[in-house]
């Protein structure tokens, strides 16, 4: 049986098919580039091309799950539905989509898959992580160049808490939801084991790496357009300074220990993360 995982360059897919591998469970990634971009079996792919749709299943005739990531799009739901539908045309069995810790069944963006593969009879997991680290840790993020080279955050996040997680947490998760014989059938968020504000972010991060690393609060306004003189597209520099709104007006304290129900282990605090990956500030 070969797991099919879509936004195969993505921080959870890359870390999820490496899981796979260690199993020995054959794993087929996706990716606009093409075969090039990955150590693993890919095929190219676009949800915004229907035409590449069908690549996954001419590479691989037996792809009983599907992995759903969706990238930047601005309305999932209608898209990745389609795949769905062609998918079980194909005969996937099981689906497991990486949403965000704010998805509700019938809701907006990834509520309404939610929602449809309940009502199909479908087997599924919904995952609702938080914040990802490796934001903070990976080049190709505003946060990590600013760290970088600047010794500062900006954000309109104010002193709202988040539970930051690691999406190793999240592929560990991702890997038991796939292939776990007895299908989940439900919805997990996951979560670090702390709530953190941005201030705490940066004084754990000014103690390890021996320099101070500031926050700087900026106003919404401000965000917005500090993301779009970045590069960043207008639409989607709303989109995220409204995910930073909603942190600091206490809409993102979720608490809970599912990363540890579902895989036994618990889930990586930030202190650990930040000694582990030291080097990626330096």
Not at 92 to 119: A, M, N, T, Y
Not at 245 to 262: I, K, L, P, S
């Amino acid at each position: 049986m070969t797991i099919l995982l879509t936004g195969g360059t993505g921080k959870t897919s890359l870390r999820l098919a490496s899981l796979l591998h260690s199993a020995s469970i054959p794993v087929l990634l996706t990716s606009r580039r093409g075969t090039s971009t990955t150590s693993f079996p890919c095929v190219t792919f676009d949800w915004n091309d229907k035409t590449t749709w069908a690549n996954p299943f001419t590479a691989a005739t037996d792809i009983k799950a599907v992995y759903l990531l969706s990238g930047n799009l601005h309305d999932p739901a209608p898209i990745l539905n389609s795949f769905i539908d062609l998918c079980k045309s194909k005969g996937v069995k099981r689906f497991v989509v990486c949403s965000g810790s704010s998805c509700e069944k019938g809701g907006p963006f990834h509520g309404k898959i939610w929602q449809k593969l309940e009502d199909e009879g479908l087997e599924f997991c919904v995952l609702r992580p938080s914040w990802f680290m490796e934001n903070l840790s990976e080049p190709g993020h505003g946060h990590f160049e600013t760290i970088l080279h600047h010794n500062k955050i900006f954000t309109a996040s104010g002193d709202g808490k988040i539970p930051w997680v690691s999406a190793e947490d999240i592929a560990a998760v991702a890997f038991h939801a796939l292939t776990d014989d007895k299908s989940h059938d439900c919805a997990y968020r996951i979560l670090g084991p702390d709530l953190l504000s941005y201030d705490e972010i940066a004084e754990t991060l000014s103690k390890q790496l021996g320099k101070q690393i500031v926050h700087v609060k900026l106003t919404e306004r401000q965000r917005v357009q500090g993301m779009m003189d970045a590069g960043v597209p207008e639409e989607m520099a709303k989109f995220l300074t409204n995910l930073e709104v909603m942190a600091r007006e206490g809409r993102e304290t979720w608490q809970g220990d599912d990363v540890e129900v579902v895989t036994g282990k618990k889930a990586i605090s930030f202190d650990e993360f930040v000694v582990l990956n030291e080097g990626a500030w330096k």
